[in-house]
């Protein structure tokens, strides 16, 4: 691993600094750096508004989705350059979250699989955060088996009839476009019978429904298709290929996700060093320091292998599988870390208003949105296969499915 700037990198890091130190909404700094993990990070205005903002004036100086190439709205920077900007974007980037979706996986899949005209068309207001996208994959009945999805599209003319249901779309209630995943052959294995397209999310035939979460949010989204037409050019991909195509994205997710996970930690450790339990500092006490320094080699090995991955991108390299050890170790260890802090607090970690709370009840609503992590993006026990399959090179899963037709897969127990 390399931890110091090339000349060239030093350089477009101090051009970033600049630009940001000119540009950014500082009268922002303060309520987004106190915003934590689960909470709003604004509660003073629209965060949405305040994001299409920040955005489009990132995109007008030339530093929005970095490394697309620039007639799609982008800079053409290298893989490098990007990680840099994201180091110095810091608390800004809580605006830009909005679009993480958007920009890091549903505009990869475009570029890569739309054809040109619509690349032209759709990117780069995607890129200045003019139009915000979704991507709809999951299914109530699939759970974690993407490839086991039922919503239907069925051909007429130059048009596809789309039935079924999509179920914690992210973002879908405030989306105008999305990508969406469907079964057009029921005939064929059921990892041969998809196709992707994109879609206007404000079509006739389709219905969004917020899922109001524990944590009293409404992030996740179910989406209901009825007879939706969607034109044949709206197609990403040829007919069938539609697990490749999800593949595509699914990778570029996990690295979107994976990299950035936070774990807690850093706030943990001040909690700790503030926090009077009745018999002193929670840092005094020996239990304590024993679970914090357990957090800490955690977090110490999630940021080598975060560099890792920085290290091969500023050589050119594409970086493996090691984004899903990060968000499978950093899911788990936020969650942990919150329910700690929630013990030590006692019966005021009860408290989830910010203002009465400790640490402006930024635990609490750690615990609250916690298991999602685990879900999104990927279960904890996808991810450990994929580890175990492409990092260890351990056997796959049996399939009893595999080669089989989807219409012949047994849905239930017969009694």
């Known amino acids: 691993m390399n931890f110091d ?39 003073s205005r629209d965060l949405m508004t305040a994001a299409k903002a920040w955005q489009k004036r990132k995109h007008e100086g030339g530093w929005a989705c970095l490394h697309w190439p620039r007639e799609y709205g982008g800079r053409g920077a290298s893989p490098i350059e990007r990680v840099i900007w994201d180091q110095e ?22 570029m890569a699989f739309a054809e040109e005209p619509h690349k032209r068309r759709y990117l780069p207001p995607l890129a200045s955060g003019e139009e915000v996208w979704c991507q709809m994959f999951s299914e109530p009945v699939a759970g974690s088996d ?12 130059g ?42 999310m404000k079509s006739p035939g389709i219905e969004v429904r917020p899922i109001r979460q524990v ?8 989406v209901f298709f009825t007879d939706l037409r969607i034109p044949d050019h709206q197609r990403l991909g040829p007919v069938g290929s539609g697990w490749r195509v999800s593949l595509h994205t699914l990778m570029n997710e996990r690295l979107s996700i994976g990299a950035g996970m936070p774990t807690g930690f850093p706030e943990l450790l001040d909690l700790c060093c503030r926090l009077d339990t009745g018999d002193g500092l929670a840092i005094d006490d020996a239990a304590v320091r024993a679970r914090l320094a357990t957090w800490a080699v955690r977090a110490s090995g999630l940021k080598y292998t975060a560099w890792r991955s920085i290290s091969a991108l500023s050589r050119g ?4 599988p090691e984004n899903s050890i990060g968000k499978l170790v950093a899911g788990r260890t936020l969650q942990e870390i919150a329910a700690f802090a929630m013990d030590l607090q006692g019966r005021a970690g009860v408290v989830v208003d910010p203002a009465l709370a400790e640490a402006g009840g930024l635990f609490q609503a750690m615990l609250l949105r916690s298991p999602a992590t685990r879900i999104e993006g990927g279960t904890d026990e996808i991810l450990r296969n994929i580890i175990a399959e492409r990092v260890l090179g351990l056997p796959a899963d ?5 080669g089989m037709p989807f219409n012949a897969i047994p849905t239930r127990v017969e009694r």
């Open 146 to 157: 993407l490839a086991g999805l039922r919503t239907r599209a069925e051909r007429a003319g």
């Open 398 to 402: 049996m399939r009893a499915d595999r």
């Open 89 to 110: 974007e810091g608390v800004y980037a809580k605006l830009s979250r909005v679009f993480i979706i958007g920009h890091g996986m549903c505009g990869p899949t475009v």
């Open 317 to 320: 390299e594409m970086p493996g």
């Open 215 to 222: 944590n009293g949010e409404s992030h996740f989204n179910e």
């Open 5 to 43: 700037d090339t000349p060239q990198e030093a350089a477009f890091r101090a051009e970033a600094r600049a630009w940001i130190r000119e540009h950014a909404p500082r009268e922002l700094h303060d309520e987004l750096a106190a915003s934590g993990f689960g909470q709003p990070a604004l509660r």
């Open 159 to 200: 048009h596809w009839v789309v039935n079924g249901q999509k179920i914690w779309t992210s973002g879908a209630h405030l989306s105008d476009y999305g990508i969406l995943l469907v079964r057009t052959d029921f005939e064929l294995p059921k990892h041969d019978g998809l196709t992707m397209f994109f879609v206007d």
